[in-house]
């Protein structure tokens, strides 16, 4: 197992309906040594990837792309999830569902902020049925730039978004992916990963 | 003019009603580089203070407190805007109105990531009305925890929040206090603020 598959099986508690809470190192209380190792292994399995600037949602994702963005040395950007009065001129848009919260978001990305010529490359901290993934795919292609891969921290592989996003063609890097989860024993069971 | 007070007079717009857009460097887009330097900075001012955990709100704050987090090298808790499923058990609440939003909202952490122990470094990228930040105290106040100090990127000088934390006698760093702005010229004066 790896760093964070050994914290997940530590410290995540599995809860009914598919729910895996990890707020005590990732999405609300985060270990950001641990997002330090996870920013590294992002650039190693990425390594000879040219990458420009990478791109993650408000807000799980912020902190993660925060210290990734300081191990590739690129701008981070992150997409935000309601219309803002601080956020005026063209907007790239895709309407996204959230799992966890069971409410439809339109996620908006300011036009300065994505060009023909990025390479970018999308983080985020979760993976279950890929809407978010797929909202921030929309994004990069509306403007014309690339998706230079796509690193999750944690793949659901018991939902269907990374088998989807794995067919359409993207190289998708998940640090950890669930194969099963057991919420009456606790138990999480990981599919084998590429050891580094 | 310090680096952040530099980048602001180059790249940030001053807007009608009191608004200034730093989202090229900031928040939306996010210069991690800078971050550095402002954790670095409060790291400096801050020195000799212990910090056992840094408190920040999200969504803009938690790229800033990210790279702290690394600087500090302790734990990072972001408040939530919203109820969301997968936090259960105790939190801590407080109300808050969002300046840039024209709304409120309530604020919640969770009871597990803040004990009587802790010495709180409460970090945020602007402080304009205090709302948030004194949301964030209550929250620490209700744990029992100790505020430890108070680093904001951009103070609105011009606004009531610095004074209204000032006067309390909590620390408060603010790496750039915007005293005056001028949406016309596009102009923007900044307190003087002691050279490192």
Not at 7 to 26: A, H, M, P, T, Y
Not at 74 to 84: R, T, Y
Not at 141 to 163: H, R, S, W
Request: glycine fraction near 10%.
């Amino acid at each position: 197992m790896n760093l964070l598959e050994e914290r997940i099986q530590r410290d995540g508690v599995v809860k009914e309906g598919g729910v895996l809470k990890v707020d005590s190192f990732l999405n609300h209380q985060m270990d950001i040594a641990l997002f330090r190792w996870m920013a590294e292994e992002w650039k190693r399995r990425f390594a000879g990837v040219p990458v420009s600037k990478i791109l993650t949602i408000e807000a799980s994702g912020i902190g993660i792309a925060a210290i990734a963005g300081e191990c590739f040395s690129v701008p981070v950007v992150f997409a935000k999830k309601a219309k803002s009065i601080n956020l005026d001129g063209g907007m790239y848009t895709a309407e996204v569902e959230s799992f966890t919260h069971k409410n439809k978001n339109q996620i908006l990305v300011s036009k300065k902020f994505l060009a023909p010529e990025d390479q970018v490359l999308i983080l985020d901290d979760f993976l279950a049925n890929g809407c978010a993934l797929q909202g921030l795919i929309s994004v990069v292609t509306a403007a014309g730039a690339t998706v230079a891969g796509i690193g999750i921290a944690i793949e659901k592989g018991f939902q269907p978004g990374g088998q989807v996003i794995r067919s359409l063609g993207y190289r998708l890097e998940s640090l950890a992916i669930v194969e099963e989860m057991d919420p009456a024993r606790g138990s999480i069971r990981f599919r084998p990963q590429p050891q580094g």
